[in-house]
């Protein structure tokens, strides 16, 4: 019997308060003009969270999450299966998006899956390639090879190579430190789970035990990640997932993907000595292969775009260069800055709205156009989705790009409307100085 892990996750620091008290202290004239500059100030700062939030910007959702936000994250490993598409049928009626901890060979068996999780909009994971635990966990370099080889096909398949990683069962009893400590130099977020729904315990779990364990939270839990299958044989999960979800929505929870920024929720290393005599890799190897991987990502950089008082964050992974150009998936892009996107199959065009802007990104000619105004081959397709050029994307949006500045952990875009705009922004900043 395999023994109930243990979790570890780091704790996040509490935002303090500051009284205003004292502000409205003084003579009457005085506590006019102190409650004249207050509104000012809050209507400010609501517009600022507005289009914070609008923009699906990572920064500020992680920043103004207050402690009653509730979040759960369901995900599905193993596959893509026999039971994806029944799995992705459920999740889109319902409108709920999920991760996909995915295999390598099948997912060279289904690349049609593969494409359609992403183009539903749910994130990708990598979960090895065959996932045979004696090899995998015999010797790191294996588990690497496998993890590189995955990877290498979800890029064949969808144009970009996720830094997310599962290892199959989990990491306990399976990783040393070593493991953790490679893969984040690698840049590699590994993420474990903190409910089972159990469907992987025997054969044939049936769906009412599937739906009991997963939503056994326990308590204190305000972030659940919950695992389940869709590789294999799992009917017994596909039927229980309607239940699951209805579960977390009456309860109040939000559903959201999981992202390579994320605190990662990880076992701790297993206390008995199981892997004593697996050799740790050489400082050469390790120079040569895990060293300077977290380059593919940027050197592990992420993209922020700022419009005026909006902002949204592209993780690693989520953008790419193409010689000069930041290519992003529009798909992504737009649902980070509050737009929507459609997909019609037929003109294998992808339509774009973002305000009062209709955008439309065709994958056959290549041309990213709007009304007058067209850009022939910007377009790229690969896998299912639809990459596009920041700068040309900007513009049909009717920005302008102003700056492109970078330091260590960030590239910073920023884009304006007008020159106007920019104006009333700069003096607003200086009259609140």
Not at 300 to 322: C, H, Y
Not at 391 to 407: A, F, H, I, P
């Amino acid at each position: 019997m395999v023994q109930r892990p243990e979790l570890r996750i780091k704790g996040k620091g509490e935002i303090p308060v500051t009284s205003i008290h004292t502000f409205l202290s003084g003579q009457w004239s005085v506590i006019l003009v102190r409650v004249a500059i207050l509104l000012c100030v809050f209507a400010v700062y609501a517009g600022t969270a507005y289009a914070s939030s609008a923009s699906g910007s990572d920064d500020s959702i992680r920043e103004d999450k207050n402690t009653q936000d509730k979040v759960v994250y369901l995900s599905f490993d193993d596959g893509p299966g026999n039971h994806t598409r029944e799995v992705l049928d459920i999740l889109r009626k319902e409108q709920v998006l999920a991760t996909f901890f995915v295999l390598g060979e099948q997912a060279e068996r289904y690349p049609e899956l593969i494409r359609s999780l992403v183009e539903d909009g749910h994130a990708l994971g990598n979960h090895t390639f065959n996932h045979q635990y004696k090899q995998l966990y015999s010797d790191f370099k294996v588990f690497w090879n496998q993890i590189k080889q995955t990877e290498d096909v979800l890029e064949r398949i969808t144009g970009f190579r996720p830094n997310l990683v599962r290892a199959p069962g989990g990491t306990y009893g399976h990783f040393d430190q070593s493991y953790f400590d490679l893969l984040q130099l690698g840049g590699y977020t590994v993420m474990d789970w903190n409910v089972d729904s159990g469907d992987s315990k025997r054969k044939g779990v049936p769906a009412k035990e599937i739906l009991k364990n997963s939503t056994k939270v326990p308590a204190g839990t305000r972030s659940v990640i919950v695992l389940m299958h869709d590789g294999g044989a799992h009917a017994e999960t596909v039927k229980a997932l309607p239940g699951i979800i209805k579960y977390y929505r009456d309860h109040g929870y939000r559903f959201d993907i999981i992202k390579s920024s994320d605190q990662p929720v990880q076992f701790r290393v297993h206390p008995d000595a199981k892997y004593k005599s697996r050799k740790a890799p050489g400082k050469a190897w390790i120079a040569e292969h895990v060293e300077g991987n977290a380059a593919l990502w940027l050197t592990s950089k992420k993209l922020k775009i700022e419009v005026g008082l909006a902002a949204a964050t592209l993780q690693p992974g989520e953008f790419r260069m193409d010689g000069q150009r930041i290519m992003v998936p529009l798909r992504t892009f737009m649902k980070k800055f509050g737009g929507s996107t459609r997909w019609d199959p037929e003109t294998r065009t992808a339509t774009a709205v973002w305000k009062e802007r209709t955008i439309h990104a065709d994958s056959v000619s290549g041309t990213l156009s709007s009304t007058g105004v067209i850009e022939t081959g910007a377009v790229q397709s690969q896998g299912g989705t639809i990459w596009v050029p920041l700068r040309e994307l900007l513009e049909q949006m009717g920005l302008k790009v102003n700056s492109l500045t970078s330091n260590k952990a960030e590239w910073t875009v920023k884009a304006g409307a007008s020159r106007s705009i920019s104006a009333m922004n700069l003096i607003f900043k200086y009259k609140m100085i």
